[in-house]
């Protein structure tokens, strides 16, 4: 799902994908909030909707592909994810990794004392689930419910409207700068979050 992307850096990419036997598709970014009437309004002046995209993949990706694995552009991939990709979803909207927030955060946007706040940049999709239960409505709705600020944008949206239903990932599949710059006391004296790994 591209943005701007020059042809030049197109053909870069179709050429990386050759070499490994694979195929790329490039989807046209749509403007989230007003092709989803939304409804977003900046809570920071840098921030843009596009991050939206990840979790309205049901809606952007063709209709016969009923599963997805999103990742960030900064994300270094080391080894085969393909036990990613076979990761038993039970029942989940999508599988994501801790990024742990404290209670205020959760008091905030009324998340569940039992959710998980996860991180939105590596996430594996049950995209036909997201279609048959109209995540996109869910999501509007919450949006509407902040008056169209969203702290942490898409991230905190994705938490709240899949509060309950996210699978959580092991930290080795999205390993974050912090969790080698800190200690693991450091980490819960930091952020104080509500649930984090052991």
């Given at each position: 799902?591209?943005h701007?992307?020059?042809?030049?850096?197109?053909?870069?990419?179709?050429?990386?994908?050759?070499?490994?036997?694979?195929e790329?598709?490039?989807?046209?970014?749509?403007?989230?909030?007003?092709t989803f009437?939304?409804?977003?309004?900046?809570?920071?002046?840098?921030?843009?909707?596009?991050?939206?995209?990840?979790?309205?993949?049901?809606?952007?990706?063709?209709?016969?592909?009923?599963?997805?694995?999103?990742?960030d552009?900064?994300?270094?991939?080391?080894?085969?994810?393909?036990?990613?990709?076979?990761?038993?979803?039970?029942?989940?909207?999508?599988?994501?990794?801790?990024d742990?927030?404290?209670?205020?955060?959760?008091?905030?946007?009324?998340?569940?004392?039992?959710?998980?706040?996860?991180?939105?940049?590596?996430?594996?999709?049950?995209?036909?689930?997201?279609?048959?239960?109209?995540?996109?409505?869910?999501i509007?709705?919450?949006?509407?419910?902040?008056?169209?600020?969203?702290?942490?944008?898409?991230?905190?949206t994705?938490?709240?409207?899949?509060?309950?239903?996210?699978?959580?990932?092991?930290?080795?599949?999205?390993?974050q700068?912090?969790?080698?710059c800190?200690?693991?006391?450091?980490?819960?004296?930091?952020r104080?979050?509500?649930?984090?790994?052991?």
């Amino acid at each position: 799902i591209e943005h701007g992307i020059s042809e030049k850096n197109k053909d870069h990419l179709r050429e990386i994908a050759t070499r490994y036997s694979r195929e790329i598709c490039f989807i046209p970014m749509p403007d989230c909030n007003e092709t989803f009437q939304l409804g977003l309004k900046n809570v920071k002046k840098k921030w843009i909707f596009d991050s939206y995209c990840r979790i309205l993949l049901d809606q952007i990706l063709p209709k016969d592909i009923e599963k997805a694995l999103y990742l960030d552009a900064d994300v270094l991939v080391v080894d085969d994810l393909q036990a990613l990709w076979d990761l038993d979803m039970r029942g989940c909207y999508v599988v994501a990794a801790h990024d742990g927030l404290s209670q205020n955060y959760y008091d905030l946007w009324g998340l569940s004392e039992n959710a998980s706040y996860c991180n939105s940049g590596v996430l594996l999709f049950d995209l036909k689930r997201c279609r048959e239960e109209n995540v996109t409505e869910r999501i509007r709705r919450f949006v509407s419910s902040q008056h169209g600020y969203v702290f942490f944008m898409e991230q905190t949206t994705m938490n709240v409207v899949f509060d309950g239903a996210i699978c959580i990932l092991p930290p080795r599949y999205n390993l974050q700068t912090v969790n080698l710059c800190l200690s693991y006391q450091e980490m819960l004296a930091l952020r104080k979050p509500v649930y984090y790994y052991n």
